[in-house]
């Protein structure tokens, strides 16, 4: 069964670069059909797709995010990982890491996705 970790700062600081990391375990991130995306909730408010990494890897990005948001894989430690540059008091969320059956520009069904336990990000000086 897959497994995904998040892990990183809890602590950004507003004009710095936020860099998170999705341990994948029981499956591979270059295994067709899988697609690795970065899914946040702020406090309060709902679940916010930020973009995905599949197993071509191609990326595709929200577009409220893409000019901030860069996501990466390293195929040798089963990882994806997400930058988001100039970080604001906005920016702090729970984030997610998601693997979804289908390749889309948005939050997948939760029955064809599996989901991280989420990491708790603090945006402060």
């Known amino acids: 069964q897959v497994q995904l970790q998040e892990s990183g700062p809890g602590l950004a600081k507003p004009s710095q670069t936020l860099a998170l990391t999705c341990t994948v375990s029981g499956d591979s991130i270059t295994t067709a059909n899988n697609h690795w995306n970065w899914i946040r909730q702020p406090p309060g408010k709902g679940l916010e797709w930020m973009g995905v990494i599949s197993y071509d890897g191609s990326t595709y990005y929200s577009p409220s995010l893409k000019s901030r948001t860069f996501i990466s894989r390293d195929t040798s430690k089963n990882q994806f990982s997400l930058q988001l540059r100039s970080v604001t008091p906005e920016d702090a969320a729970v984030y997610f890491c998601?693997?979804?059956?289908?390749?889309?520009?948005?939050?997948?069904?939760?029955?064809?996705?599996?989901w991280g336990q989420g990491t708790q990000v603090t945006v402060s000086s």
């Open positions: 998601v693997r979804a059956d289908e390749r889309r520009r948005g939050i997948p069904p939760q029955k064809e996705s599996d």
